[in-house]
């Protein structure tokens, strides 16, 4: 889809969570396209670093602030065009280890931006929605209209943003935009820490020369999906001029899936060109995880028809970039 980059000079755009990994790579596109650019994030998983690119831009402003505060919110609202709501707290196990947070940020939050938003006149509402809405539904591949029970705490809020969301259409108006991700990789995902993405956890470990863990037996598969990807159906949902398109949920992904076993092989071999050694490192088998889906496979053809959607990168061609940042930036 070739998108008239032009339309987004001078807009205003909110960022939540925006020191995250998708929220930054987001803000970094938007500042390219000469976007004016607020982003809004209290620092429990996003990183400074992400960020300090852009403090130098007179395009860019920081607020420091959590979305659980409406005034908070609302301050982040004012005068800006359009919303790209990130924040949340990540991670089928965090929420199960603690889901009154996780329900807090990614429902309370949720409904605070909704609110914020409509309140203070932003046009329209981007907001990270999840694959895990699938839940329990066999069918592949996985079309939006067709959705199972949720497996885990994490599930139930991104399925409760959906509900909501439309809601605010019938009630207020107020119009979204929906993004259910499946499984995002690449530059600055943080591969450290108890809920870390099993791409950058993978390489980190690899880089380290030890065995990764996989959970299962390793045919668990995922339509994994490179950043600028995501990137590109943010960019869009908020440029779309097709009315049909609006109010909806769409899938974002590859429309292709990878075992776990695959993944590992393909990672070994872009690593490989950088250290010979990391082709002979084997995996651990550990067990499954509670809530984790056997396997997700997403139909993309929503959003090719109602918003002209079409992957930049292939699974293969998103890891070779996403082992090239990797190397150089966690060696």
């Not at 490192?281 to 499954?288: D, F, H, K, L, R």
Request: proline residues 4%; contains cysteine.
């Amino acid at each position: 889809m070739i998108v008239d980059f032009n339309i987004l000079e001078g807009k205003k755009i909110l960022v939540t969570g925006g020191a995250g990994f998708i929220g930054s790579n987001l803000i970094e596109k938007l500042l390219n396209l000469k976007a004016e650019v607020v982003c809004l994030d209290n620092f429990a998983t996003g990183k400074r670093e992400n960020i300090e690119p852009f403090l130098a831009n007179p395009n860019f402003k920081l607020i420091e602030g959590d979305i659980r505060n409406i005034e908070i919110c609302k301050k982040a609202c004012e005068d800006q065009e359009f919303v790209l709501h990130q924040a949340a707290l990540g991670s089928v196990p965090r929420s199960i280890n603690d889901p009154i947070t996780s329900n807090e940020v990614n429902v309370g939050g949720f409904l605070n931006m909704l609110v914020a938003a409509k309140d203070m006149g932003v046009k329209r509402m981007v907001y990270a929605a999840s694959s895990s809405t699938y839940g329990d539904s066999a069918a592949l591949p996985k079309i939006e209209a067709n959705i199972g029970k949720p497996l885990s705490p994490y599930a139930i809020t991104k399925y409760v943003n959906e509900l909501y969301a439309d809601v605010f259409k019938k009630t207020y108006d107020f119009n979204t935009i929906g993004l259910r991700y499946f499984n995002v990789f690449g530059k600055r995902q943080d591969p450290n820490g108890p809920y870390a993405a099993v791409i950058p956890k993978f390489v980190q470990m690899l880089i380290k020369h030890q065995s990764p863990v996989i959970n299962g037996g390793g045919e668990y598969s995922r339509d994994f999906t490179y950043i600028d990807n995501v990137v590109q159906m943010n960019i869009l949902a908020i440029t779309t001029d097709n009315e049909a398109a609006l109010n909806e949920v769409y899938n974002v992904a590859c429309g292709d899936r990878t075992t776990l076993n695959d993944l590992l092989d393909y990672l070994k071999e872009y690593l490989s060109e950088y250290d010979g050694n990391i082709r002979n490192i084997q995996a651990e088998y550990g067990p499954y995880r509670k809530g984790d889906v056997a396997h997700s496979l997403a139909s993309i053809e929503k959003a090719e028809k109602l918003l002209g959607y079409k992957p930049e990168y292939t699974v293969k061609g998103g890891l070779e970039k996403a082992v090239n940042w990797y190397w150089e930036n966690l060696k």
